[in-house]
T-cell receptor, first 109, second 115 residues
Framework: GENVEQHPSTLSVQEGDSAVIKCTYSDSASNYFPWYKQELGKRPQLIIDIRSNVGEKKDQRIAVTLNKTAKHFSLHITETQPEDSAVYFCAARRNDMRFGAGTRLTVKP | DSGVTQTPKHLITATGQRVTLRCSPRSGDLSVYWYQQSLDQGLQFLIQYYNGEERAKGNILERFSAQQFPDLHSELNLSSLELGDSALYFC??????????????FGSGTRLTVV
């Protein structure tokens, strides 16, 4: 089955800086790559996604890039704010969704 | 409110017991997925049902089972509970078949504590 690896496991940045989280996947047939944000004790919420026929997608301060050849995709958050602090999960989907282990992002004011 | 309803929100039970977690998908969604999230861990895929039939299985223990009923709600049964089964259990639903690219909508989860 699909195996998704996510790095780093923890990330601390200063408010206003950028944050980058990277994921790799193993199944070349995976065709959908969402990112989820999970605040403490709450459900994961979809923040952005990308499909395999797209290389980059942006939504305000958030962007995701996909390199199908290398089988990796990344989440970029610019102008970080304290409310961006959360655990972020990447996922890859072929028949079912497999998640990375998560990145705990802390944005220091 | 995501439209995916999970009950109960919290559950405390003793080792060796059996519990049932319930999930009602969003209106119109046919697929239900179950995930286990242990403390400070990622989301471990357990099982998927589509329109009443098991579609995919992940790292689900033999002590765990699930089903999806004709009204599309799903139940996850956990038996012979162990301390290590304490976790957040999420279900998620999507509209259609596995080959469609839809993001999950997660329920709020059931926090299971085994004492």
């Amino acid at each position: 089955g699909e195996n998704v690896e996510q790095h780093p496991s923890t990330l601390s940045v200063q408010e206003g800086d950028s944050a980058v989280i990277k994921c790799t996947y193993s199944d070349s047939a995976s065709n959908y790559f969402p990112w989820y944000k999970q605040e403490l004790g709450k459900r994961p919420q979809l923040i952005i996604d990308i499909r395999s026929n797209v290389g980059e997608k942006k939504d305000q301060r958030i962007a995701v890039t996909l390199n199908k050849t290398a089988k990796h995709f990344s989440l970029h958050i610019t102008e970080t704010q304290p409310e961006d602090s959360a655990v972020y999960f990447c996922a890859a989907r072929r028949n079912d969704m497999r998640f990375g282990a998560g990145t705990r992002l802390t944005v220091k004011p | 409110d995501s439209g995916v309803t999970q009950t109960p929100k919290h559950l405390i039970t003793a080792t060796g017991q059996r519990v049932t977690l319930r999930c009602s998908p969003r209106s119109g969604d046919l697929s239900v997925y179950w995930y286990q999230q242990s403390l400070d861990q990622g989301l471990q895929f357990l099982i998927q049902y589509y329109n009443g039939e098991e579609r995919a299985k992940g790292n689900i223990l033999e002590r765990f089972s699930a089903q999806q009923f004709p009204d599309l709600h799903s139940e996850l049964n956990l038996s012979s509970l162990e301390l290590g089964d304490s976790a957040l259990y999420f279900c998620a639903s999507t509209t259609g078949e596995s080959f469609l690219d839809y993001g999950y909508t997660f329920g709020s989860g059931t926090r299971l504590t085994v004492v």
